[in-house]
């Protein structure tokens, strides 16, 4: 049975209305969440919940 590859998934930060060149992507999901809400407390100030970015996610599909 041939592996099924995960899309990339990519959060940025243009997408949600800050003038921002970030953006995370990766494969996994958990990586992209993780590094996005660091990014997020760290550079915006802004603390999302995993789940909250999760939904950013979900949303876009
Ligand atoms: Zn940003």
Do not use: W
Not at 15 to 22: A, L, Q, R
Not at 39 to 55: A, G, N, P, R, W
């Amino acid at each position: 049975m041939a592996m099924m590859k995960n899309p990339i998934v990519k959060l940025q930060c243009s997408d949600y209305g800050y003038d921002c060149t970030y953006s995370s992507s990766d494969r996994n999901i958990s990586i992209v969440i993780n590094n996005f809400q660091k990014h997020m407390s760290d550079k915006h100030f802004i603390d999302y919940s995993y789940e909250t970015v999760l939904q950013f996610i979900l949303r876009k599909q």
